[in-house]
T-cell receptor, first 112, second 110 residues
Framework: DTGVSQDPRHKITKRGQNVTFRCDPI?????LYWYRQTLGQGPEFLTY????????KSRLLSDRFSAERPKGSFSTLEIQRTEQGDSAMYLC??????????FGPGTRLTVT | GEDVEQSLFLSVREGDSSVINCTYT??????LYWYKQEPGAGLQLLTY?????DMKQDQRLTVLLNKKDKHLSLRIADTQTGDSAIYFC??????????FGKGTRLSVIA
């Protein structure tokens, strides 16, 4: 399968713990996006990369969130000191230099 | 800021056509998309249309764009039970992240 992959698919953590998610984009796609989706809502943009450069961050991305794409291929999203409000589906999408964005299956985070 | 609105629910009988509507506010939107999301899954790109087009057809899917009214619709012909899902409308200028609506839950009754 050459689509976007995300790991883990599910994560349950206790409040205050740190978590890290990984996204592997479609090969050769130079743009990579992170979105967050809560129940009953559409995905909301968090941040995006063009190759290894982080070009834009949403106001939703508090200082507890950090994302990297060190070699311009896979990306990680870390949440420090998790809060119950961080519970959501975290979606990654990749795009060639163009219009289409292809999404991965998401990582569902539950903070207890 | 940009906003995308969709009705929340639609119920149709198997074999009928479904029409899902969307309105958006950003007049500089260049690309408009329809994504499908099944329970517990990510988003599947169904189709997209450039703002200089009025219509795009792809097998059972027809997208209509009224740029003047900022209205986008997705018609699914011969709707099947496998089409039951949440459908999201989204827009971008091409250099900006996607802005999504809240999604329309389509229920297909056998």
């Amino acid at each position: 399968d050459t689509g976007v992959s995300q790991d883990p698919r599910h994560k349950i953590t206790k409040r205050g713990q740190n978590v890290t998610f990984r996204c592997d984009p479609i090969s050769e796609h130079n743009r990579l996006y992170w979105y967050r989706q809560t129940l009953g809502q559409g995905p909301e943009f968090l941040t995006y990369f063009q190759n290894e450069a982080q070009l834009e961050k949403s106001r939703l991305l508090s200082d507890r969130f950090s994302a990297e794409r060190p070699k311009g291929s896979f990306s990680t999203l870390e949440i420090q000191r998790t809060e119950q409000g961080d519970s959501a589906m975290y979606l990654c999408a990749s795009s060639p230099q163009g219009a289409e964005q292809y999404f991965g299956p998401g990582t569902r985070l539950t903070v207890t | 800021g940009e906003d995308v609105e969709q009705s929340l629910f639609l119920s149709v009988r198997e074999g009928d056509s479904s029409v899902i509507n969307c309105t958006y506010t950003d007049s500089s939107s260049t690309y408009l998309y329809w994504y499908k999301q099944e329970p517990g899954a990510g988003l599947q790109l169904l189709t997209y249309i450039f703002s200089n087009m009025d219509m795009k057809q792809d097998q059972r899917l027809t997208v209509l764009l009224n740029k003047k009214d900022k209205h986008l619709s997705l018609r699914i012909a011969d709707t099947q039970t496998g089409d039951s899902a949440i459908y999201f409308c989204a827009e971008t200028t091409g250099n900006t992240p996607l802005v999504f609506g809240k999604g329309t839950r389509l229920s297909v009754i056998a």
